[in-house]
């Protein structure tokens, strides 16, 4: 008897087309096809800490041809601190790396030095404030992107990614997020089941990001306020977007994912500051609480916290009229029940894999419906949660809000006052 949806067949389809892809990668690095016939493929990275390191490794891992030719950050030592660890034989990719002392590039300007050194492709992993102007010089430079998550912190920010994403797909320029979970073969053959009706219409989707605090660089003498906010950029509005948009961006994404990227119409969210209280903490929140809803009535329960001492627990679930699918496990339970049994890969080095595949080939991939709503949904949840309002899409698209200084100087700069709903307003 015939399988009725072969569920398992999702994850066929998606172990298939991700060796496919790998496939046409090294068949197109046999037969040199990229840009006039160069086989080298030069790496520019911007932003040097662990997440711009990380990516760097795997961009060189992903293309043998791959060259990493520029560095860019605001700060000489984290530059030099990456580097180095580039440099370790123990990465794979240390013969890969040909930074000269021309190539590294510090201050607020290195972005554009970097896109003006000659490279084909820029990683883009500098804190997300920044992500708008260098995408926005990038695409202009005719260069593919790799751009970390979220891109932007406001939605000045996501208007202008949405504008520059456009022009890419006109320049036949590649634009792969940093949404990882998109690339991971395990999740794909999830979301392939679920559209194809393994829970039947989704009712309700759970998202939940519970997890300890983050890192912060106690304040050094000769540090300006601009220097001390940059070095702890994950604890102030202006820099990060606050968690709801710097991390939980991973499980809202998701959950725009369930509904085939449509957006929501309307979010209400709550949330606060209680453990994370001082002046060290920036002027973020510690822990969020938004429902979104879509036009056919489907919610998403979303909740995020980071808080030390307390259970942790990060795990999306979606519920249908037929199942529920236990995202992170990759099973669906109900009517008919299904579980992926491929391998879930690595999605960091997939997304690498995946985009320089698409430069040498020469057939762009273009993330930027999702990554651009999916910031947006995480903005209008935080802008929500900050007012105590009711924000709707179109308000949240339309906002007015820039939280980006004008000018980005190393001197004073006040610590912005924690929101407080019901007296911030909305803006």
């Given at each position: 008897m015939a399988e009725p949806f072969s569920f398992s067949s999702a994850s066929r389809r998606q172990f298939l087309q991700a060796s496919a892809v790998t496939a046409a990668g090294q068949l197109a690095l046999s037969s040199g096809a990229f840009a006039a016939g160069a086989d080298e493929i030069k790496v520019g990275m911007v932003g040097c800490g662990g997440r711009g390191t990380g990516a760097a490794v795997q961009a060189l891992k992903a293309d043998k041809g791959a060259r990493l030719v520029a560095m860019g950050?605001?700060?000489?030592?984290r530059l030099e601190s990456s580097l180095g660890?580039?440099?370790?034989?123990?990465?794979?990719?240390?013969?890969?790396?040909?930074?000269?002392?021309?190539?590294?590039?510090?201050?607020?300007?290195?972005?554009?030095?970097?896109?003006?050194?000659?490279?084909?492709?820029?990683?883009?992993?500098?804190?997300?404030?920044?992500?708008?102007?260098?995408?926005?010089a990038a695409v202009e430079a005719g260069k593919h992107i790799f751009a970390e998550k979220p891109i932007a912190v406001d939605a000045a920010g996501v208007r202008s990614v949405m504008e520059t994403c456009a022009k890419a797909k006109e320049k036949n320029l590649s634009v792969v997020s940093g949404l990882c979970w998109r690339y991971h073969n395990g999740m794909r053959a999830t979301f392939d089941a679920i559209h194809a009706g393994g829970v039947g219409e989704i009712q309700t989707i759970q998202l939940t990001y519970l997890t300890g605090t983050l890192k912060q660089f106690p304040r050094q003498e000769g540090w300006s306020d601009m220097e001390w906010q940059m070095r702890n950029w994950q604890h102030f509005l202006w820099s990060s977007g606050d968690f709801n948009v710097e991390q939980h961006i991973h499980s809202l994404d998701k959950g725009l994912w369930a509904m085939k990227d449509e957006a929501p119409v309307k979010c209400t969210g709550v949330g606060g500051r209680q453990a994370r209280t001082g002046p060290e903490s920036g002027n973020v929140y510690d822990h969020f609480c938004v429902v979104y809803e879509w036009a056919n009535g489907t919610k998403a329960f979303a909740a995020c916290r980071q808080m030390d001492g307390c259970s942790n627990d990060v795990s999306d679930h979606v519920y249908g009229t037929k199942g529920v699918a236990n995202v992170f496990q990759h099973r669906i339970k109900g009517e008919t029940d299904w579980k992926f049994k491929g391998e879930g890969g690595d999605m960091y080095q997939i997304e690498h894999n995946e985009l320089f595949a698409s430069v040498r080939s020469g057939k762009p991939i273009n993330n930027g419906d999702y990554m651009c709503k999916s910031t947006l949904m995480a903005i209008m949840g935080r802008q929500s949660a900050y007012t105590g309002k009711t924000i709707s899409w179109e308000q949240a698209l339309n906002s007015k809000e820039d939280l980006v200084p004008a000018k980005l100087e190393w001197t004073s700069m006040p610590v912005a006052p924690v929101p407080t709903p019901g007296v911030t307003q909305f803006v």
């Open positions: 950050d605001a700060f000489g030592d660890s580039l440099k370790n034989p123990g990465n794979g990719v240390a013969e890969q790396v040909a930074v000269d002392s021309d190539h590294k590039f510090v201050g607020f300007d290195a972005y554009q030095k970097v896109i003006d050194a000659g490279v084909d492709v820029v990683l883009l992993t500098a804190p997300p404030c920044f992500r708008p102007k260098h995408i926005a």
